[in-house]
């Protein structure tokens, strides 16, 4: 497999950008070290996951991507399908531009099937491989795998204070996917950088270092997030994410839950929060809300540096986002008063294949966050 190998990468990246995908990179996914992990289990002990408990179940295979595949996991490849974003909805109930869209769990699962075929059809004529031989996992949302962590050290894109990847050609406004596979693959790790893999693994895997790369002095996201969310340390406290509040707690939000939902950002919250990454200078070029058009960066020598952080990027491709995750049209006609009114029919219909179908009815009624006697 070590003839022709600049060819031969671009087959294989090709078939994964057929995909819809904007950027891919792979790595050789050997076990995590202890110290790679620190700061997830570091977050679960401090109880910032909230309930989402799931997040602490299968530490092991989070740890060890093989252990997700029959044969040994020898490939896993980041990868990176960009969504629009969107200005605020005024005083309507907002829902995240990601969820305007189709499910991107269906979307992304079956357009990476695909290309599982392509690449399995791929081999079988490039190296006269039976096509059943190989072993794929699809992973969107859908195994326990430290995804971001995965991106960084594939030299996908750097870590953000908001816990973002963001890469310098797409901005840190895409979903990850993986797929991880039994196939040798590893050297093309190096495509997509002028650095070495060693180079690539040690400075994007993670630690104090590494979002200063990608933000430099900029804080925008910490000083605008309604709950104070990010911490210092680039970790978020789920508890107090409007994100988390609106679409994965379950009931009555807890004291310091229900104190975000009553600040204005929280107030006007159907599911979902954009707004780590509106304010985000890194996503300037891909939104139009006038809120950004300060030019982003609070200090203009930062603003040279992240250009030359820009330049420096070896990330080539285009940012395209696939036609199923602009918004449907019928979400435009979304009101408080149509969601009050709501029957489980109409939320079926209306949600179908939609990312917003995770709260339910009862969970979007309770997320209007509003008294009797009270509307906005
Ligand atoms: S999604 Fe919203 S609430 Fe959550 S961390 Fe970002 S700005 Fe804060
Ligand atoms: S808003 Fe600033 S600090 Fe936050 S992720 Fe973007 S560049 Fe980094």
Known sequence: MGRNTGRLRQEVRDIILAAGASDVSIISPAPLKAEEIADYTGWLSREMNGEMMYLSNYLPLRQSPSLLLTEEARSLFSIAFPFPLFPPNGKNPNIASYALGDDYHDVIR????????????????????????????????SAPVRERLWALKAGLGKRCRNGMIASGSLGSAFFLAEIITDIPLEYFIDQYSIESNEDVNTKNGGGETSWAEACLRCTKCIDACPGKAIKDNGLIDARLCISYLTIEHRGAWKPEGEKV???????????????????????????????????????????????????????????????????????????RES?????????????????VKRTGLDGLKRNLNETDSETL
């Open 339 to 355: 969601i009050r009114s709501m029957s489980k029919e109409d939320f079926s219909r209306l949600f179908r294949k939609s990312p």
């Open 261 to 335: 939902m009553q600040t204005p950002a929280g107030r006007t919250t159907l599911f979902g929060c954009d707004i780590c990454l509106r304010v985000c200078p890194l996503n300037s070029e891909y939104i139009s809300d006038s809120c950004h058009s300060d030019g982003g960066m609070e200090n203009p020598s930062d603003n040279d540096k992240y250009k030359t952080y820009r330049k420096n990027e070896t990330f080539k491709d285009k940012r395209e986002v696939m036609p199923e995750f602009y918004p449907r049209p019928e979400y435009k006609g979304i009101t």
């Open 110 to 141: 079956t357009r990476l099937r695909n290309a599982c075929k392509n690449l399995s059809e791929w081999l079988s004529k490039t190296f006269d491989m039976s096509p059943y031989v190989c072993e794929f996992r699809i992973c969107i949302d």
